[in-house]
Nanobody, 111 residues
Framework: QVQVVESGGGSVQAGGALKLSCVASGGISSSCGMSWYRQAPGRGRDEIST???????WYRDSVKGRFAITQDKPKNTLYLQMNSLQTEDTAVYYC?????WGQGTQVTVSS
């Protein structure tokens, strides 16, 4: 059974950076897609970035050019480098690997 655990959230000032990590365990298929989502207070959960099994990436417009998704396949780890953070980036960030969700990690950006 796949398990997914995120880490790396925290509080930063606007303009700062954070790097989120997501480690998967328990039988990861090499064909699994990997995604990052976020859910701001009072809003739904939005997909913000994906990387396919072939390495193709996608970004929501609101994070394009500021966030970068990468993966370390031997370590079954997904990353999200977040630069130039804005207050609007405040949310709980989730990763999804092989359709399994992590518990989320809080990111708070203050002005």
């Amino acid at each position: 059974q796949v398990q997914v655990v995120e880490s790396g959230g925290g509080s930063v000032q606007a303009g700062g950076a954070l790097k989120l990590s997501c480690v998967a365990s328990g039988g990861i298929s090499s064909s699994c897609g990997m995604s990052w989502y976020r859910q701001a207070p009072g809003r739904g959960r939005d997909e913000i970035s994906t990387v396919s099994s072939l390495g193709t990436t996608w970004y929501r417009d609101s994070v394009k050019g500021r966030f970068a998704i990468t993966q370390d396949k031997p370590k079954n780890t997904l990353y999200l480098q977040m630069n130039s953070l804005q207050t609007e980036d405040t949310a709980v960030y989730y990763c999804k690997i092989c359709n399994t969700w992590g518990q989320g990690t809080q990111v708070t950006v203050s002005s």
